[in-house]
């Protein structure tokens, strides 16, 4: 089992920044990727960023150039800084483990709510 613990969200005015947290425990050398999601009002969750050990992170075409996914091995940590955040980006943000051998396993953290005003 994994636990994801994610900190970081608030409330940041437009063309601010704000950077989330993923603290990951447990059996976590079974874990490929590691990701973040977030999911806006009346709206389904949608796929931000995900690292993968060895390869480039992925983005969604709406947070290129803004948002940056990082891995800290060391800590067990996974990071996104937001930059130049606007009012789409307000949604409950979800951090995600990945296991890419059976059973695969899929794991989210609780969420944790941004919001940006304009």
């Known amino acids: 089992q994994v636990q994801l613990v994610e900190s970081g969200g608030g409330l940041v005015q437009a063309g601010g920044s704000l950077r989330l947290s993923c603290a990951a425990s447990g059996t976590i050398f079974r874990v490929n990727v590691m990701g973040w999601y977030r999911q806006a009002p009346g709206k389904q969750r949608e796929l931000v960023a995900t690292?993968?050990?060895?390869?480039?992170?992925d983005y969604a075409d709406s947070v290129k150039g803004r948002f940056t996914i990082s891995r800290d091995n060391a800590k067990n940590t996974v990071y996104l800084q937001m930059n130049s955040l606007t009012p789409e980006d307000t949604a409950v943000y979800y951090c995600?483990?990945?296991?890419?051998?059976?059973?695969?396993?899929?794991?989210w953290g609780q969420g944790t709510q941004v919001t940006v005003s304009s």
């Open positions: 690292i993968t050990s060895g390869r480039s992170p």
């Open positions: 995600n483990a990945k296991e890419l051998t059976m059973p695969y396993m899929n794991y």
